[in-house]
């Protein structure tokens, strides 16, 4: 099976495993024999073993965290326990403390209901689909084996300095001669694990900042706020008339940003511009950027004006990540904020992604709605259809329209139809300069799959 399409998992997805929270796979129940598999797996030599285990701030993170640490103690790793963290921070955190694992409790950008596990290797980097099916193996079999003598049992402590050494990594993205003095900027943390931490990093580096989305009670993570749902911090810049509006996802990896105007950025423009401004200093590796399939045609005209490619791969910020180590790429991520600079960190990083556009407006001093419009995208509409038992993609009939829908719009444009990796949705997507027959295709394809949907 081709690299950028994934075999099917049972418990892992695009990003870790995820659900409904206190029912399985979510459930304590499972999170204990993962820290146990998890454990055994990453168990090799004879050093002290260490797993850090970070979350953000749903009121499931407090029923996960304490079984995954059981199973690892068990396991006879050492746990270090650091709270409320953003997931770039948990995976700068892995490589830094040297230790072989390390563990994210999120569900990103998902309603509190929901929780999921990222794990990260000791690299700092997400797992493989081979390590993760090794892991599910183990999973699903005597767990006995994982269990260590008593005198070997692990043990678990808080880092209490944790945020301070994120704070201090992210500023360190951000050019020591420049500062962030005479901007008003309005930071939406979406209740999430970066409530705490953007704020801080922001204000340091010399910025007026106006905060929402901090003040989270377990339930209202992503409600209303967050890179998801931009609306009220689009009106919130343009009441406080703020240069940038910058809005985090519930676990601070992904970032969409707004400009004074209220307009809303998306990835491909932050990649774009990004990309603009590390060609011109000769920081661009790999002469290319990397994205997923979702990204807009706009976004890859626009480097091929400049004589740089735009590699696809398969949505999720894993596959990003993996293609940019093959082909030495240091800019890559997706149009819903992922953002990916690993001469930063090894995973997708909302603020530091924010830090690198604020670069550009100190540097140009342009106001954001001129710097951040790299380029027109092409007409592009996404649909979500929620289904019920087997996907709909398995069927003929499915089958046979999309097949038609993409014929029909030949050069003209393309069709992209994918389930979720996190929940039962499948998501359909058209693109092409004709609006109107973007509109049109994408309807019938979502018609099509609804028909089946019902009909099972």
């Given at each position: 099976?081709?690299?950028?399409?994934?075999?099917p998992r049972r418990l892992f997805g695009t990003d870790g495993i995820r659900g409904t929270a206190n029912c399985a796979p979510m459930d304590a129940a499972t999170a204990l024999r993962l820290g146990q598999a998890a454990g055994r797996y990453f168990n090799r030599g004879d050093h002290r073993h260490r797993v850090v285990i970070g979350k953000d701030t749903r009121l499931s993170g407090y029923m996960l965290e304490p079984a995954l640490t059981a199973g690892f103690v068990g396991a006879g790793m050492d746990v270090v326990l650091v709270g409320p963290l953003p997931t770039p921070a948990i995976a700068l955190l892995t490589r830094s403390l040297r230790a072989d694992l390390g563990v994210m409790i999120s569900a990103s950008h998902n309603p509190y209901e929901d929780n999921g596990i990222k794990l990260f290797g000791p690299d700092g980097l997400k797992l493989t689909d081979e390590q993760e099916a090794a892991i599910e193996t183990l999973m699903s079999g005597d767990l006995t084996a994982a269990l260590v003598a008593p005198s070997r049992l692990g043990r678990a402590s808080r880092l209490e300095d944790a945020p301070g050494r994120y704070i201090e990594a992210a500023k360190s993205s951000f050019p020591r001669g420049h500062t962030l003095e005479g901007l008003r900027i309005v930071v939406d943390c979406a209740h999430g694990a970066a409530y705490k931490v953007a704020p801080t990093v922001l204000w340091e580096l010399g910025a007026e900042v106006v905060s929402v989305g901090v003040a989270p009670d377990g339930f209202n993570i992503n409600k209303g706020?967050?890179?998801?749902?931009?609306?009220?911090?689009?009106?919130?810049?343009?009441?406080?008339?703020a240069d940038l509006g910058i809005a985090l996802d519930g676990d601070a990896d992904r970032v969409v940003?707004?400009?004074?105007?209220?307009?809303?950025?998306?990835?491909d423009q932050i990649l774009a511009l990004i990309a603009r401004s590390w060609h011109a200093r000769d920081q661009l590796r790999g002469g290319a950027v990397v994205a997923t399939v979702m990204s807009n045609m706009g976004l890859e005209r626009f480097l091929a004006d400049r004589g740089l490619k735009l590699q696809r791969t398969a949505v999720g910020d894993r596959y990003v990540g993996e293609r940019m180590r093959e082909t030495g790429c240091n800019l890559g991520g997706e149009q819903s904020g992922h953002m990916i600079m690993p001469d930063f960190g090894t995973t997708g990083d909302g603020l530091i992604a924010a830090l690198q556009v604020l670069?550009?407006?100190?540097?140009?001093?342009r106001p954001a709605s001129e710097v951040l419009r790299c380029f027109e995208p092409l007409p592009q509409r996404l649909v979500n259809v929620r289904y019920g038992g087997a996907s709909p993609l398995n069927d003929a009939?499915?089958?046979?329209?999309?097949?038609?829908?993409?014929?029909a719009l030949g050069?003209?444009?393309?069709?992209?139809?994918?389930?979720s990796g996190t929940e039962p949705v499948i998501r359909v997507m058209a693109e092409a300069e004709d609006e109107a027959l973007v509109e049109a295709t994408v309807s019938r394809l979502a018609e099509a799959i609804r028909a089946k949907a019902r009909a099972a």
């Open positions: 099976m081709p690299k950028d399409s994934p075999p706020v967050g890179s998801t749902a931009p609306a009220a911090l689009a009106a919130l810049v343009q009441e406080r008339r940003l707004v400009d004074e105007r209220g307009q809303v950025v998306d990835g670069d550009v407006l100190v540097e140009e001093n009939g499915v089958k046979a329209a999309i097949a038609a829908e993409s014929e050069t003209r444009g393309r069709v992209l139809i994918r389930a």
